[in-house]
């Protein structure tokens, strides 16, 4: 089987599989995650970077690939560079006359700028430019904030039009909800990343992406690369033609293997079998001084050097701190506090997508500096489902922790706050009773006083899931979750032993709520 062949079908089942993960089902997302995430440069390495979860060696992997094979990551694996690949094969882009490939040089300066500014802000603690210009996090909010809405809505338009031809085979789904803010910076970012496309092929992988910057330091000197044989080249230029990467240069019988990204179209446009991918660096040489072996070991031991250093405790980096943002916002059951969770999330909003209420919603600066775009629980939008844990089960960094359903029941994430001046049964002496019914841990419970069950919060019992705020009918609301420093866990025992009031329990069910969110 030809290499470009093998690298295409992997690129597909690759492509195919993320197409799953954000548009399947939940049980089929939370089933793929794990595995398919698990060799994405930047989740891998943000993982391995917090202290507080199990060591993740999938960056060390790509790392290993791209110092033998060249930068394969990016031609078949990286979610991003797949899309600009098909891209490239859409009519549309024919039709358009895109300018011809050729060899450009490199925009050294320009790729070292973001490399090294994603590396000192991520030093001082911020993932926000990485976030910003990562390749999967950038897939992953062009898939939530764009298109899975559009899903969402086919779906219930089909839906609707089957159940008026009395056919039952489908179920609606949750209307996916996201801000224009959101959706115009996601949009904005979609149509740069296509314009890069259009005029300048990999020109983002290679000169903006800092993974592809990375990878390319490693690729220069692989064991296995592409190299052009003089005596057998007749400048004939079909390869620079065909070369994504606008990296060969004909003339000079050179290919800058730094942007390379392994997509063997040069080899099947060389009709003088000219090109050929071949050992580069010999693993084993008459000399025992080797250039490209020194600079190989020099690189490796440098970046597994700053990286042990990264993974030093948050306090020990040199530079300060950036201060974190709005102390109320709430984070999800299993990131433990929202300083962890502002480090360890690159905002691929894959939660955001598999959330069934739609209360994880992508945030602007409600985190501060540190934390754009970071998802963040907004309970006018929905409340945290006590029987779901799906984001736990798809985050790939650890920002938000697995839990079995049992222990994220009890984990408690803010508390409540009622405010009785303006709660209908308070204020306007007027009966409701949504908050006590809709409580999954009992938390809140009846008191009755003059003939009215007024709502009473024990704070003790409550987990901050924010079903009580958003169903509260009040405008503003009359309860309101608020953050707290860190996550706890609620003994849940108490509910078991409380007494059952049978006239309380027959009066709520007599109001026929509809609690069919």
């Not at 955001?352 to 919603?361: A, E, G, K, N």
Request: proline fraction near 5%; charge should be positive; glycine fraction near 4%.
């Amino acid at each position: 089987m030809k290499l470009k062949t093998l690298r295409v079908i992997i690129a597909l089942i690759s492509f195919s599989l993320f197409l799953l993960l954000f548009f399947a089902e939940e049980a089929i997302q939370s089933s793929i995650s794990g595995g398919l995430l698990y060799l994405q440069f930047t989740p891998s390495l943000v993982k391995f970077l917090s202290p507080v979860v199990k060591v993740s060696f999938g960056f060390l992997i790509v790392i290993f690939l791209t110092l033998s094979f060249g930068r394969i990551y990016c031609s078949a694996l990286c979610p991003l560079g797949i899309s600009i690949d098909l891209l490239h094969r859409l009519p549309s882009f024919k039709i358009l006359k895109r300018s011809k490939h050729k060899f450009k040089t490199a925009w050294k300066k320009t790729r070292l700028f973001f490399f090294f500014a994603v590396l000192i802000s991520m030093v001082a603690g911020s993932l926000s430019l990485l976030n910003l210009l990562d390749p999967y996090s950038l897939f992953g909010r062009m898939m939530t904030n764009l298109l899975r809405p559009i899903q969402v809505l086919i779906h219930n338009l089909l839906v609707t039009w089957l159940e008026n031809k009395e056919i039952y085979i489908f179920s609606s789904l949750e209307p996916f909800y996201v801000s224009l803010k959101i959706v115009s910076i996601t949009l904005l970012f979609a149509l740069l990343i296509i314009w890069f496309a259009y005029k300048y092929g990999r020109l983002y992988c290679n000169s903006i992406c800092p993974v592809g910057t990375l990878l390319g330091f490693f690729s220069r000197n692989a064991l296995l690369g592409f190299h052009i044989d003089k005596d057998s080249c007749t400048r004939c230029r079909r390869c620079e033609k065909k070369c994504k990467a606008d990296c060969i240069d004909s003339r000079q019988h050179l290919v800058d293997l730094s942007r390379c990204v392994s997509c063997f179209n040069c080899i099947d446009a060389c009709s003088e079998s000219a090109i050929a991918y071949k050992s580069i660096v010999p693993l084993f040489s008459a000399s025992s001084e080797s250039p490209q072996r020194r600079q190989l070991l020099v690189k490796a031991v440098s970046f597994m050097g700053m990286i042990a250093f990264m993974r030093l405790p948050y306090n020990s980096t040199i530079l300060p701190q950036i201060a974190l943002g709005n102390n109320q916002v709430i984070t999800p059951p299993g990131s433990i506090n929202q300083q962890h969770f502002v480090e360890a999330c690159t905002a691929c909003h894959l939660c955001v997508d598999v959330c069934p209420t739609r209360v994880l919603q992508p945030s602007m600066m409600q985190y501060g500096s540190k934390g754009i775009l970071q998802p963040a629980l907004d309970f006018q939008v929905g409340y945290c489902e006590n029987e779901c844990n799906l984001c736990g089960k798809v985050c790939p960094t650890g920002a938000i922790q697995p839990l079995i359903l049992e222990i994220k029941k009890t984990v408690k994430i803010g508390q409540v706050l009622l405010k009785s001046d303006l709660c209908i049964v308070f204020d306007r002496k007027e009966q409701c009773g949504l908050c006590i019914e809709i409580c999954p841990t009992k938390a809140i419970t009846p008191l009755e006083i003059e003939g009215l069950l007024h709502p009473e919060v024990e704070q003790d019992l409550c987990t901050g899931c924010g079903a009580c705020q958003f169903i509260c009918p009040t405008e503003p609301k009359s309860l309101i979750v608020t953050a707290i420093d860190k996550h706890e866990f609620v003994d849940l025992s108490k509910i078991e032993n409380q007494p059952v009031d049978e006239d309380v329990d027959d009066f709520l069910k007599d109001l026929d709520l509809d609690l069919d969110l």
